[in-house]
């Protein structure tokens, strides 16, 4: 009997060394329910981002246990740790992204991530990483580790997350790691359109193009040159006389008298019908210049007489007596008067 009480005593002995070494069962909590229009939010163990902050958070209790309370008032919102229990658990920025994300779910407002963790000191505030080991139980979504941008007012955003969540499926197993913010990607610039080379072809269109257009333009000024030229030389050369009708003075003279006839004894005008030297009546032949000085031969003067009225003979041509008053006589042209003779003295016989 006495070895057997030893042996119970020994027993127990053993038994209350070997108690800290037992794993606690751990008692992590919430009574909060997510929305189903976010499904994206529930990890591969099918819990809540509120069940899961309350595992993150709890890994640095004595005890393991923390409790996520369900938002009531939409208006309100989840508030940091205290003081007394700020550590690199609570105060992880993977902790917070859980927390905004159980309060999204549940349709109330998001804390911003310098609110969660006013109270945290700064040497355990951690954006980006959860430095204690993930509790056994859970596994954190990989959208959690995404840093928390002060260009969004330090918010965590949803929109960023679920599109990071579409292409990082989630695994069964997530270690703790540093997972930057993925900033929006603009699209890429337009590429230029390739540059067009221009062929020989074109090359060599264009240049005998230009040196066609280039010689016309050069034949077209000398031509209008020459022409001006001329003209203007023509102007300074040309006679008086041919400015204004064309004719010469040597022309002229020479028409007028190769249509005299050499009949002095009929005057009559190059214009009257009558008149047709070398022609039938009614015409008036006209030579050409060259032909009229060639064929012009000169009358020959006769010696100048003077009149009188006693000598036919100096009398003006074509003249013809006709009827009239004593002592006048009539001509073709004009009318010749004849002086009259005084009586002379009686003459008698002594």
Known sequence: MHSSWIADVLYLSLALLAYPAIPRARAQSTNATCHERFPWLINVRNQSPCLVAAYLMGACEPDGQWQVSAIEDKNLTYVGPSLSNANICTCSSVTYSLVAACAYCQEARLPSFDGFTASCPAAVVKNGTYD??????????????????????????????????????????????????????????????????PSKHSN??????????????????????????????????????????????????STVYSAVSDDKSQLASPGSPAFTPGGQAGQFPILPHAQARDSYIPPTAAPMRIYNPDDPTTYPLAYQHAPGQPGQRQSENFVVYTPRLSPGPPTGTA
């Open 204 to 253: 060599l269109g264009a240049i005998i193009g230009g040196t066609v257009a280039g010689a016309l333009g050069i034949i077209g000024t000398c031509v209008i040159a020459i022409f001006l030229w001329r003209r203007f030389h023509r102007n300074q050369t040309t006679a008086p006389s041919a400015a204004y009708g064309g004719t010469s003075h040597n022309d002229y003279r």
């Open 132 to 197: 204690h080991s993930t509790p056994p139980g859970t596994a954190i979504p990989s959208w959690a580790y995404l840093l928390i941008s002060s260009a969004g007012s330090g918010v965590w955003n949803p929109v960023i997350a679920e599109a990071y969540w579409v292409t990082h499926p989630e695994s069964a197993s997530i270690t703790s790691s540093s997972i930057p913010v993925p900033s929006p990607t603009p699209p890429p610039p337009p590429s230029p359109p390739p540059p067009v080379t």
